[in-house]
């Protein structure tokens, strides 16, 4: 394998001679570096000096991508140069389009490779998609886990790292099912939650959850079946208590498959997909999860009613039964629980927030009808909403935004309001029900675990928010010019910061 700093030094274009006049450091010594004669060592006095001058001379910016992986902890471009000149290679694993052979006789070499810790894991979890890239495209990938790792996802870096590839993995017909311990929560990670709720909604990524405990001492197992294995175990004696090998034996690979095949029997989702679409279907060809359409929380269960949301016009929360029935019209009303309503016209107590996209409020009280589609797809025909709807929910929360604190408006601009590609509503740790904007796809749960998760991801979104788009002046301002008539053919002109604003921080964030 070629030393790691000979692969730099030819990406940039530098002789021995220039980096040791730069940085002072003996040109046979860096020589004696490059050729793999000596060790350059952590411990060793010219490392840093040799990882600055490198830095300084990329005048191109080319070793971003190479540093990438070196900076799953937030290090600097330094820090993690240091890392990639002393520590271990990242590209252990072989890329290979064939199933490796199940030799019977002779001899065979099968490849291991062991990553101890924490960073160690995340660097495995970049590994294995990289590691996708190289097989034939459309494979399936099993995460079998046992409970919490927020520790894993908690780290914003690698979560940014890890979407990116995950991305690229999906463009090529890639598929992922993670099989988690019921009741597990990443609501402390809640950046993560919004794209990996998309990426369910589209098929790209499927969850169930099961009862019990994975055999004692493994924490993760993953399977890219036929082709890789990998799995995490604990071990008191490594670092951070944690010790994982990814393999491609195919003995082990079928151990580990054997163990996911025996988790996924046992598991089932804990939502509901296809809110929207009618209540049939079966668990391979899913349009509902569960056999009744919605349900009533339990007697006694009934939370305060607050809701967090996050839809282009007002509607599910705010709507009260009367005014459904008339977009019902002469159709029956599907049945629908309570918790649906603001059945006395006015909020239930509680902490309400509502993020609504700028453009469509305003075009739906300049004209006398809009068409709804989120009310649509529930109606399954098209709700055509009269104006005086929409100015009545708008005026209702107008007034409940003046007499009381725990109600919040956002009128957040169309350019943004696309990018998440997802609305969403919920009663924390209650009821979620969520869709892809082209409603495609939607998801009703009553998990707690889940409902808590997409709660704390609105919560992050509103915390991103610029704040001219929340301030409780300007949205009532602006809200009641366009209930007087005033301002609806006024367009906006969006800034660059507001085209470049984005769900997901930027890494230099």
């Not at 300049?366 to 989120?374: A, I, P, Q, S, V």
Request: glycine share 8%.
């Amino acid at each position: 394998m070629e030393n790691k700093l000979s692969v730099i030094m030819k990406e940039l274009n530098i002789s021995a001679s220039a980096l040791s006049r730069s940085s002072g450091v003996d040109r046979t010594l860096i020589t004696r570096w490059r050729n793999g004669d000596r060790v350059l060592s952590r411990r060793s006095a010219m490392l840093e000096p040799v990882a600055k001058t490198l830095l300084d001379m990329d005048e191109g910016n080319k070793l971003a991508e190479l540093l990438r992986p070196y900076m799953l902890t937030g290090e600097s471009l330094l820090e993690a140069l240091c890392e990639m000149l002393t520590g271990e290679s990242l590209a252990a694993m072989k890329p290979r389009a064939e199933l490796p052979e199940r030799q019977t006789s002779g001899e065979y070499v099968a490849e291991k490779r062991v990553l101890l810790g924490k960073k160690g894991f995340r660097k495995a979890a970049l590994s294995m998609l990289d590691y996708l890239q190289t097989l034939p495209p459309g494979r399936e990938i099993v995460v079998l886990c046992q409970g919490k790792y927020d520790w894993l996802v908690g780290n914003l870096p690698f979560v940014l790292q890890f979407v990116g590839k995950l991305r690229k993995a999906l463009g090529r017909g890639t598929r992922l099912l993670v099989i988690n311990r019921r009741g597990y929560s990443i609501a402390e990670t809640a950046a993560f939650v919004g794209p990996w709720l998309t990426a369910h909604l589209r098929g790209d990524i499927r969850s169930l959850y099961y009862d019990g405990e994975l055999p004692e001492a493994i924490r993760f197992v993953a399977s890219i079946r036929g082709y890789w294995s990998g799995r995490a175990e604990e071990d008191a004696e490594v670092e951070d208590g944690l010790y994982i090998a990814m393999i491609t034996d195919p003995r082990d690979i079928r151990q580990d498959e054997e163990l996911c095949d025996k988790y996924m029997a046992i598991s089932e989702p804990a939502s509901q997909y296809g809110f929207f679409s009618n209540p049939e279907g079966t668990a391979e060809d899913a349009k509902l999860w569960k056999g009744d359409l919605l349900v009533p929380w339990d007697d006694g269960a009934v939370p305060d009613g607050s809701f967090y949301t996050m839809c282009r016009l007002p509607g599910i929360g705010l709507v009260t039964e009367n005014e459904f029935k008339l977009l019902c019209g002469n159709s029956k009303p599907p049945k629908l629980p309570g918790y649906l309503f603001s059945e006395t016209g006015e909020l239930a107590p509680g902490i309400h927030r509502i993020i609504l996209c700028r453009e469509d409020v305003r075009e739906a009280l300049g004209g006398k009808y809009t068409l709804h589609r989120t009310m649509s797809a529930l109606l399954h025909k098209e709700a055509v909403v009269p104006r005086e709807i929409i100015a009545g929910q708008l005026s209702r929360l107008l007034d409940m935004m003046a007499k009381r604190d725990d109600v919040e408006v956002a009128l957040m601009p169309r350019v943004s309001f696309n990018k998440p590609g997802l609305e969403l509503i919920c009663w924390k740790d209650s009821v979620s029900i969520g869709w892809l904007s082209d409603l495609s796809q939607s998801v009703f749960s009553d998990d707690k675990a889940a409902s808590g998760s997409y709660y704390g991801y609105l919560d992050y979104v509103w915390g991103r928010m610029m704040l001219g788009w929340k301030q409780k002046d300007k949205v009532s301002r602006q809200i009641r010019k366009w209930l007087d008539g005033k301002e609806l053919d006024l367009k906006e002109q969006d800034s660059a910061i507001v085209r470049n604003w984005d769900i997901l921080p930027k890494e230099s964030d």
